[in-house]
């Protein structure tokens, strides 16, 4: 009877660990939109069940619909290479700086498209990099401020997938971070 105590304890404390691994990453990709969704769907079913009220049951499948799409686009992962560059690492305040984003399709298949983030100091560089064929390569070019001097940091770069209305949302870094020293005149 130990042994059978024992194993169960064991059994349900991986269980636990488990599902809550599980419950970290599905909290991490569900927005505030998509909680309010998901707990508004279930209580449709119910209330409009519960009541006969045909447009709330309409209403919870329409959500459910949506909820299932919104899934769809989490689906899969980007195998792309993403390479940040900053060409040079020092500039005096007011000359020209640029950056470069390269994103590279190595898959044989074609890549859909995706958001791309570039943080530039207190900004954001964003840019929708379109679908990539086998090899494919993307390039987009951007501008740094130098307005002011001291360090202005760069990137990471990160790729943003997302349904259209915004339920989920997930995030993958790619790049690390760089510096500009912008010194004065």
């Known amino acids: 009877v130990a042994d059978t105590i024992v194993a169960v304890v064991r059994i349900g404390g991986a269980a636990r660990v488990r599902i809550a691994r599980i419950g970290a ?20 079913f119910v209330f409009g069940y519960l009541f006969n009220w045909i447009e709330l049951v309409t209403f919870a499948w329409a959500c459910l619909l949506i909820i299932l799409i919104a899934i769809v686009y989490l689906v899969g992962r980007n195998a792309l290479v993403i390479e940040l560059s900053v060409p040079h690492s020092r500039v005096v305040v007011g000359d020209g700086a640029r950056g470069e984003v390269i994103v590279t399709n190595p898959r044989p298949r074609r890549v859909l498209g995706a958001s791309v983030e570039i943080p530039v100091g207190a900004g954001l560089a964003a840019v929708t990099m379109p679908s990539l064929r086998r090899n494919g390569r993307f390039v987009h070019e951007f ?12 990137g990471p770069v990160r790729t943003i997938r997302a349904d259209p209305i915004g339920l989920v949302r997930r995030e993958v870094i790619w790049t690390g971070q760089t510096e500009l020293f912008v010194h004065p005149r």
Do not use: D, F, K, Q
Request: no cysteine; glycine share 12%.
């Open 25 to 44: 990453r599905i909290a991490s990709v569900v927005t505030a939109l998509g909680w309010a969704l998901g707990i508004a769907t279930p209580l449709a």
């Open 143 to 154: 501008a740094i401020p130098t307005g002011h001097r001291g360090i202005v940091e760069i």
